[in-house]
């Protein structure tokens, strides 16, 4: 506004927008419901764009003395002049063309996460169903794995939901109801939840391998604290300075994140370093364990190796790249593929390809085929042996199965 000389508003009475300057050039006083005409910019890092000898360009003043724009929700001065004058008709449409490929690249990303998500959501919800189904499986690893699985579905489904209202058109164009609000934030949390658990696998898995914990109960019940409780505590935080300090017109839906996402970034980075220093510590047990059971096999090596790919998609630890942001189609792709997709993987890994789940549910066809007694008498006896297992012994049989996966 320094850059213009503009005089006091008119006194004639009329309605008039108010005189401003758009970031190229000044616009002065205009009288509501006409039309003004300026120049193209000449000295602007987009003045290649205007090509048109004899363009020229312009502002409209609506009749309540607004300035008015083709986006209603622009805020900024410049978008609030039509430029498009100003350049030829091969410029304007080689401009539309990279927007328009850029938009379906957009669609391309978002179509991968909802497919992601979509898919996870399944698997998750059928693992549930099978860890329900058998009393040989109710144990409180499979209680974390539980609790874990539900905060994928969760996460998945409100992220669906959120993705699917922000590529709606009618929220494209109008304000955005108190409900997408609602959204943005009970997703972030959900997705905070996610992490919380992953958190609260490498918590009991450690403390249950460290023996630090005197009761399984309260292992189990803090990580239901880490799990659920916590997230609670900083999403109600972010939603506060978001009201406090964020946008007052409900037009964005909180679709600008910046700065105040560090409030939730922040947490999730903490728990993934967490999870790192578990997991060497886990590894390092295991490790031991392997040289005292076989001293001279050199496939140690490889179990280890083996345990430590199985558990980095429990743990989260392959998130820990997704900070880093780069403006490149492969890497959003990426990005997306292992952010949506990870709920499958778990699922598969730690349920449809887990070897005790295919054993109970090989036993469970042999009885159901043969109708054997002594069969579900063997699968009772060691329901109930594996009830009286220690913490420790829970997480070394745990540890074995990862390390002796394919």
């Known amino acids: 506004m320094e850059m213009c000389d503009f005089g006091p508003y008119p006194a004639d009475g009329r309605i008039y927008c108010n005189a401003t300057f758009d970031g190229v050039q000044c616009w002065n006083y205009t009288v509501a419901g006409s039309l003004t005409i300026g120049a193209c910019p000449q000295n602007h890092p987009n003045s290649i764009l205007f090509d048109n000898p004899a363009g020229f360009s312009y502002r409209k003043c609506d009749a309540n003395g607004e300035w008015w724009s083709r986006n209603k929700n622009a805020t900024h001065e410049f978008t609030k002049t ?86 709606s058109d009618s929220l494209e164009s109008n304000q955005r109801p108190i409900w997408c609000y609602f959204m943005h934030g009970l ?117 280890t190796a083996r345990a430590i790919l199985i558990l980095v998609p429990l743990l989260g630890l392959q998130n820990i790249l997704m900070p880093v942001v780069i403006d490149s189609l492969a890497y959003k792709i990426f990005a997306a593929l292992v952010t949506s997709y990870q709920g499958a993987l778990v699922a598969v890994l730690f349920c449809f390809l887990n070897g005790e789940v295919l054993t109970i549910i090989k036993r469970k066809l042999c009885n159901c085929c043969s109708n054997s007694r002594e069969e579900t008498e063997k699968i009772s006896l060691k329901s109930s042996t594996r009830r009286l297992q220690t913490d420790q012994e829970e997480a070394e049989v745990f540890l074995d199965g990862c390390a002796s996966s394919v």
């Open 82 to 167: 039509d430029y498009r004058p100003c350049a030829s008709l091969y410029t304007l449409q080689k401009a539309n063309s990279i927007l328009a490929v850029d938009k379906n690249r957009v669609k391309l990303v978002m179509y991968i996460y909802i497919s992601g998500y979509v898919l996870s959501v399944m698997l998750l919800i059928l693992a549930l169903m099978i860890f329900g189904a058998f009393k040989q499986l109710h144990c409180k690893r499979v209680t974390i794995h539980s609790n874990l699985f539900v905060s994928f579905i969760l996460s998945g489904a409100s992220w669906v939901i959120y993705y699917s209202l922000m590529m």
């Open 187 to 303: 997703a972030l949390y959900t997705t905070l939840c996610k992490y919380a658990w992953m958190l609260s696998e490498g918590v009991f898995l450690h403390f249950s391998l460290m023996q630090v914990f005197s009761s399984r109960n309260k292992l189990l019940i803090t990580c239901c604290i880490i799990g659920w409780v916590l997230p609670g505590v900083i999403i109600g935080a972010y939603c506060i300075v978001r009201t406090i300090v964020g946008e007052k017109k409900l037009e964005r839906c909180w679709t600008e994140t910046r700065p105040f996402i560090w409030i939730i970034s922040i947490p999730i980075i903490l728990s993934l370093v967490l999870n790192i220093i578990f997991l060497i510590n886990i590894m390092r047990i295991l490790s031991s364990k392997l040289r005292s059971v076989n001293r001279r096999n050199g496939n140690q090596y490889k179990k």
